[in-house]
């Protein structure tokens, strides 16, 4: 299941996760997030070890910011709190997400 995020949940949703963490920075009029959007509800319900989350930048524009987020779709992974990846490709997404879970 994916959850929205606030930017001031981070610290307890994510930076204190003990399983992996995915955050999807999106947002509603976006076509590729659209797209991306089915794909990623399906992963986040196979791969329940990992925690899934949804950011919509246009209600957390500073928390996207923060993170550096340039374009939309974005996913960060992160473990233990720390990011260790990101890609911004909605094709390579699952991709990516199912060879994270396998870390």
């Given at each position: 299941m994916v959850?929205e995020?606030?930017?001031?949940?981070f610290?307890?949703?994510?930076?204190?996760e003990d399983?992996?963490?995915?955050?999807k920075?999106?947002?509603?009029w976006c076509?590729?997030c659209?797209?991306?959007a089915?794909?990623?509800?399906?992963v986040a319900?196979?791969l329940?070890?990992?925690a899934f989350y949804?950011?919509d930048v246009?209600k957390?524009?500073?928390?996207?910011?923060q993170?550096?987020v340039m374009?939309?779709?974005?996913?960060?992974?992160?473990?233990?709190?720390e990011?260790?990846?990101?890609?911004?490709?909605?094709?390579?997404?699952?991709?990516?997400?199912r060879?994270f879970?396998l870390q």
């Amino acid at each position: 299941m994916v959850k929205e995020l606030r930017a001031n949940e981070f610290n307890t949703l994510v930076k204190a996760e003990d399983k992996p963490v995915v955050l999807k920075f999106t947002a509603d009029w976006c076509p590729g997030c659209k797209q991306l959007a089915p794909i990623f509800e399906s992963v986040a319900e196979e791969l329940e070890e990992i925690a899934f989350y949804h950011v919509d930048v246009d209600k957390e524009l500073e928390f996207a910011q923060q993170y550096q987020v340039m374009s939309i779709p974005t996913l960060i992974l992160f473990k233990k709190g720390e990011e260790v990846d990101r890609v911004t490709a909605p094709e390579a997404c699952e991709e990516v997400v199912r060879d994270f879970s396998l870390q």
